[in-house]
């Protein structure tokens, strides 16, 4: 019986970790023109890590087991009157590249998207099956 709802739980994680994802892309949207964070610099890029996961035949599904920083270089820009300039006037900008945030965000949305399709089809198809056994 476990395994009629596996589809349910793998289309759930999955919806779980584009979210998170999403939430990410986001941040560094938000975040494009940080050049002070708490930690010290400007702000880097995050990106999520996905992993599917099965410990037995009845638990599968994806899970993010971390979320890990970007390691390209800043932007840096001339402007020895900015707050942030170092010594030599220049000023580290995040190594965001928000065209490519975008695209992220739709594949992330069209990832959602697909996993929610399932999870309806699949759920349309168990209450047909359970309309069906009534008879």
Known sequence: MKEMFMP??????????QKI?????ASNIANVNSTRTPEGGAYRRK????????FNENDIGVDIPKIVEDQRPFKTI???GH???DKDGYVSYPNIN???EM?????????YEANLTMLNSYKDMYMKTLDITKV
């Open 98 to 100: 928000t065209i490519e």
């Open 78 to 80: 001339y402007d020895p």
């Open 83 to 85: 707050p942030d300039a």
């Open 47 to 54: 990106d999520v890590v996905f992993e599917s996961y099965m």
């Open 8 to 17: 349910l739980k793998v289309s759930a994680t999955a919806l779980e970790a």
């Open 21 to 25: 994802r999403m939430n990410t892309i």
């Open 103 to 111: 695209v992220n965000l739709m594949a992330a949305t069209r990832a």
